[in-house]
């Protein structure tokens, strides 16, 4: 679809493309994947962790329920101090 210069849909179609070529060759962007990835495997532990661990600690360890909420605490809290140390 040709579009008029200005048109919404013509810049939106224009803003795509750099896009959708990055996503459609991700070996031509090594550092993409790469971030793309450990991004993924990342967090998805961390949500797994999130999940698992009240059974785990109520459950198998027989703790109370208030530990598990001050280790999830000290974990997420710890994430983004650890970040803050690492980028310096």
Same mark, same amino acid.
């Given at each position: ?6 048109? @919404? ?5 224009? #803003? $795509? /493309? =750099? ?6 060759? =991700? @070996? @031509?962007?090594?550092?993409? %994947?790469?971030?793309?990835? #450990?991004? *993924? ?12 661990? =009240? ?5 198998? $360890? ?5 530990? /598990? #909420? ?6 997420? %809290?710890? /994430? =983004?101090?650890? %970040?803050?140390? *690492?980028?310096?």
């Amino acid at each position: 679809m040709i579009g008029i210069a200005g048109d @919404a849909r013509t810049a939106r179609y224009r #803003g $795509l /493309v =750099p896009h959708a070529r990055q996503l459609s060759s =991700p @070996a @031509a962007f090594p550092l993409f %994947s790469r971030l793309h990835f #450990g991004g *993924a495997f990342t967090s998805t532990s961390f949500y797994a962790y999130l999940t698992a661990s =009240p059974f785990i600690f109520t459950q198998i $360890l027989h703790r109370p329920a208030t530990e /598990v #909420g001050r280790y999830c605490l000290a974990v997420m %809290s710890g /994430v =983004p101090i650890g %970040s803050f140390a *690492a980028s310096r």
